[in-house]
């Protein structure tokens, strides 16, 4: 697992340069965005290391696999850290895959339930250290972002893909399909992805591909392109 720093307080540790979670500085800890995929606890551990400070919570933009893969070892790890995640999105955390009131989207898959217990649920504007909690809601049910406001970078999970250029998640592209395959709800992806853009985030960083700065012009794009696949 490769340690990218990012800005004066955001790394990124990815793996084969594509799958991505986050460490953040905060004054005197660290928080944990995502944990990557199972097996990665060990190296995330140690580039936390590296940086001198201790994790003390992990927040978690949803529940794919891919993103909740190594909680549980990073929990039995690191006990005092506390974990939090989007109210909605908690549920599949647990494996309760029912549907709220006016809720549709395709089957809900590639999640992965884990015994590990959320310490804080998450709402719109709610603040975890230095980042504010934005609702992002289309890849899953109950997605989340982060903002940091310490300089407006964004950690924005899977509602954009950055692999083959900027992409909003629901996205169909014949040369690169995984955004519109793996969202769940298309038309609420590109409503998030607006709202996303409309940050005028000065760094874009995702779960997968390579962050990008100054990303104003190419998410707005991107969030355009969503709509018109998927006028709300």
């Known amino acids: ?31 944990l965005i995502d944990t990557n995929f199972p097996g990665s606890a060990n190296a995330i551990l140690r580039a936390a290391a590296s940086l001198g400070l201790p994790i003390t919570t992990i927040a978690l933009t949803h529940a794919h696999f891919d993103h909740v893969g190594s909680l549980d070892p990073l929990a039995q790890a690191l006990p005092n850290a506390k974990i939090v995640i989007g109210e909605r999105e908690s549920r599949l955390l647990r494996g309760d895959f029912s549907l709220d009131p006016g809720e549709t989207g395709k089957p809900l898959l590639g999640f ?90 000065s760094l874009l960083a995702v779960g997968h591909g390579p962050s990008i700065p100054a990303p104003a012009t190419q998410m707005a794009q991107a969030a355009q392109l969503a709509l018109d696949q998927h006028p709300t």
């Open 112 to 201: 992965k339930r884990v015994r590990s217990s959320v310490h804080r649920v998450l709402n719109g504007g709610d603040q975890v250290g230095s980042l504010r909690v934005v609702p992002s809601p289309g890849h899953t049910p109950g997605h989340i972002a982060y903002l940091d406001v310490r300089d407006n970078s964004l950690i924005a999970g899977d509602s954009y893909m950055t692999q083959k250029g900027v992409l909003a998640a629901g996205t169909y592209s014949l040369f690169f399909p995984l955004p519109a395959w793996f969202s769940w709800n298309c038309a609420q992806a590109a409503a998030s992805a607006v709202k996303l853009a409309a940050l005028k985030p």
């Open 1 to 31: 697992m490769k340690l990218i720093p990012e800005t004066a307080n955001l790394y990124r540790l990815t793996q084969f340069g594509m799958f991505n979670c986050f460490l953040l500085k905060e004054a005197n800890e660290l928080t």
